[in-house]
């Protein structure tokens, strides 16, 4: 798709006049990196690692749930929707028949309903998977999603938002500015405390030229959004997670809560569940890669029997000055320590099995959800 066929986002003008350089990604133009003194990917890396960045996460589809819907979201998802606490937040995912995941996403319990962000790029194929189901989520896509990540992100907001810093990781509130409602989360894509912050898509332009007047802010685009979840072990929809995927492969277990792992009754929970019991045929893995030279998605993972796997992500780590990668291996070289090859074109580059995440996260926790 060419960026002149793209949907415009509710920033789009914003990111412009910042000299983003835009791309086509999920049906939208979206701003990949920005240009200027502090742009690039790595300086934008690096500064949402040290300060606070802002992204523009609006591709991604907002649904609201009828608050009784947790019993027939349930039998779609694998998470415990009815246990969840008010204002508090899960992540799930939606699954196949043999437990593979259609798309991972975020569920808040609010006061009178269910909040759903998923994936920008499957939001329609879910949508499509909800009402088959009989659901009937409301589209919320005259929302715009924003997220400011990073140490300083607390600090920023608390200024313009007050009692924002109240939060707590994977809790949520109803918030005000200047007359504006808005839904705020401590949550986020990048391993770094934050806040993802859902608003009118008419007050998204002014609240974040406001933000951006912060000085601990500045934006960021996908770019560095991509290298900074990397470096925090975070899966990619449609890259590390896909339909032929299952949590359990997905090293996403805890995303099958306990009373479901009891009562079964999600799709695919008996493949799910004897994965859980007895261990999967194939898991995904972090890689550390030995020289300068990134392994990319698709590449080879090879040991001395042949190929044991593939490159789910890689790239450059900007924080820890080396190439990581994320690759689906045989369950037989999972173990940490496990030396491995990666084929890149014809060169095989040395790699071993490392934990995840590969930069440590920084979450502000409070009580369990």
Do not use: C
Request: proline share 6%; charged share 20%; hydrophobic share 45%.
């Amino acid at each position: 798709m060419a960026d002149a066929d793209s949907l415009k986002l509710p920033l789009d003008a914003l990111h412009r006049d910042l000299g983003a350089r835009m791309v086509p990604f999920a049906g939208y133009s979206m701003p990949i990196q920005y240009s200027g003194a502090f742009g690039g990917i790595i300086a934008e890396h690096n500064w949402t690692r040290t300060s606070a960045g802002l992204f523009d996460v609006s591709h991604m589809g907002q649904l609201e749930f009828a608050s009784y819907d947790d019993t027939a979201l349930e039998k779609l998802l694998p998470g415990d929707l009815k246990g969840l606490a008010h204002n508090a937040l899960r992540y799930s995912m939606l699954l196949n028949e043999r437990g593979g995941i259609l798309d991972d996403l975020m569920v808040t319990r609010r006061p009178g309903d269910l909040y759903m962000v998923v994936n920008g790029a499957t939001k329609h194929d879910d949508l499509a998977v909800f009402r088959a189901a009989g659901l009937a989520p409301r589209y919320r896509d005259d929302l715009a999603l924003l997220a400011l990540q990073g140490p300083q992100a607390v600090t920023a907001l608390e200024r313009l938002v007050p009692g924002v810093s109240a939060l707590t990781f994977m809790r949520a509130g109803a918030f005000d500015w200047l007359g504006v409602d808005l839904w705020i989360s401590r949550s986020g894509y990048t391993g770094e405390d934050g806040f993802e912050i859902s608003l009118p898509a008419s007050a998204a332009e002014p609240f974040a030229r406001a933000l951006l007047l912060e000085p601990e802010v500045r934006p960021i685009g996908l770019g560095a959004r991509d290298s900074l979840r990397l470096e925090a072990g975070l899966p990619l929809y449609g890259h590390d997670l896909t339909p032929a995927i299952t949590p359990v492969e997905a090293g996403l277990s805890f995303a099958v809560s306990k009373r479901r792992r009891s009562e079964g009754g999600f799709p695919g929970s008996d493949i799910i569940l004897d994965q859980l019991a007895n261990g999967p045929a194939k898991r995904r893995v972090g890689l550390k890669v030995e020289g300068r030279l990134p392994a990319r998605e698709g590449a080879h993972v090879v040991a001395a029997e042949g190929q044991v796997g593939t490159v789910t992500s890689g790239g450059f780590g900007p924080a820890l000055g080396s190439p990581i990668a994320m690759a689906m291996v045989d369950a037989a070289y999972a173990a940490e320590g496990t030396r491995l090859g990666l084929d890149v074109r014809g060169r095989i580059l040395d790699a071993a099995v490392v934990p995840m995440p590969f930069f440590p996260k920084s979450y502000v926790r409070g009580a369990a959800t």
